[in-house]
């Protein structure tokens, strides 16, 4: 069974950090594309960042360039997204989404990801 499970949310003031991790569990993590995404309240989902470790491919949001890093702790199996210079505007519920990628065509804006885990809230005060 495919599980992810994200942590290490919490209530930060603006220009802070805090770093999310996705445990995941049930597949060959090479093997699949990982993205995380945000939704805040009355707005649509947002992808933030994405990795592929089968080729170290990463994306992020304009919105999140420079201030967010995705990485992987691949003998752990887990992703996790370092998040600096913290804006109210960041504040949202986390996700951590799979995709099955054994193409490498996988992005964050496609809508192939078929495993989610079950959030984790951020919130960023001014």
């Known amino acids: 069974e495919v599980q992810l499970v994200e942590s290490g949310g919490g209530l930060v003031q603006a220009g802070g950090s805090l770093r999310l991790s996705c445990s995941a569990s049930?597949?060959?993590?090479?093997?699949?594309?990982i993205a995380w995404f945000r939704q805040a309240p009355g707005k649509g989902r947002e992808g933030v960042s994405f990795i592929r470790t089968s080729d170290d491919n990463t994306d992020y949001a304009v919105s999140v360039k420079g201030r967010f890093t995705i990485s992987t702790n691949n003998a752990k199996n887990t992703v996790y997204l370092q998040m600096n210079s913290l804006k109210p505007e960041d504040t949202a519920v986390y996700y951590c989404?799979?995709?099955?990628?054994?193409?490498?065509?996988?992005?964050?804006?496609?809508?192939?990801?078929?495993?989610w885990g079950q959030g984790t809230q951020v919130t960023v005060s001014s």
């Open positions: 049930g597949f060959t993590f090479h093997e699949y594309a």
């Open positions: 989404a799979a995709e099955y990628d054994p193409l490498r065509i996988a992005t964050m804006r496609d809508n192939g990801y078929d495993y």
